[in-house]
T-cell receptor, first 113, second 113 residues
Framework: EADIYQTPRYLVIGTGKKITLECSQT?????MYWYQQDPGMELHLIHY???????EKGDLSSESTVSRIRTEHFPLTLESARPSHTSQYLCASAPSGRHNEQFFGPGTRLTVL | KQEVTQIPAALSVPEGENLVLNCSFTDSAIYNLQWFRQDPGKGLTSLLL?????REQTSGRLNASLDKSSGRSTLYIAASQPGDSATYLC????????????FGKGTHLIIQP
């Protein structure tokens, strides 16, 4: 079944640790996105990709980095986690084109102590 | 810079009522508008996508309208059910800027049995 997967779903980690949030999709989509949602706030775009070897920064500045080595995989990395990184991170994908619907994964809730 | 506002922020109604959720956006240069629902601890479920050239879209008990020139959209839910309880998010895909969605803060909806 075509879907978007995110792991882990929940992560509690100490300050200074390096973390990677995984996102993979079997939708066959070229475009992928990362959004950040702080509690009670709206989602903000932090990274997106048009395809393999393409990465762009979104509207909200983020200390995280992303890579796109395979079409179906779009991991997000924090080199040194801080309490200010505590948030929910949502991955999405969409077919190529400007008029297409975005589909979201279940999200990763990150807590940095 | 695109801004999306959703009114009301919260709504509680008895089961069976018809209700309207409102969304407004500041820049009418959009490709499309998408309505989502978000359940606690889960990702986003896409409900309806309206292209900029369309006036409305329907799916089951849901009907979404778009008035691009005035920067407004409404989501109409007919014959509400307790299972409709969730946060409803409005998001627009703008013609300029980063290739992603701009979200409102959402309407938290509670349907009383």
């Amino acid at each position: 079944e075509a879907d978007i997967y995110q792991t882990p779903r929940y992560l509690v980690i100490g300050t200074g640790k390096k973390i990677t949030l995984e996102c993979s999709q079997t939708m066959g989509h070229d475009k992928m996105y990362w959004y950040q949602q702080d509690p009670g706030m709206e989602l903000h775009l932090i990274h997106y990709s048009y395809g393999v070897n393409s990465t762009e920064k979104g509207d909200l500045s983020s200390e995280s980095t992303v890579s796109r080595i395979r079409t179906e995989h779009f991991p997000l990395t924090l080199e040194s986690a801080r309490p200010s990184h505590t948030s929910q991170y949502l991955c999405a994908s969409a077919p190529s084109g400007r008029h297409n619907e975005q589909f979201f994964g279940p999200g990763t809730r990150l807590t940095v102590l | 810079k695109q801004e999306v506002t959703q009114i009301p922020a919260a709504l509680s109604v008895p089961e069976g009522e018809n209700l309207v959720l409102n969304c407004s956006f500041t820049d009418s240069a959009i490709y499309n508008l998408q309505w989502f629902r978000q359940d606690p601890g889960k990702g986003l479920t896409s409900l309806l996508l309206i292209q900029s050239s369309q006036r409305e879209q329907t799916s089951g008990r849901l009907n979404a309208s778009l008035d691009k020139s005035s920067g407004r959209s409404t989501l109409y839910i007919a014959a509400s059910q307790p299972g409709d309880s969730a946060t409803y998010l409005c998001a627009v895909r703008s013609r300029g800027g980063a290739d992603g969605l701009t979200f409102g803060k959402g309407t938290h909806l509670i349907i009383q049995p």
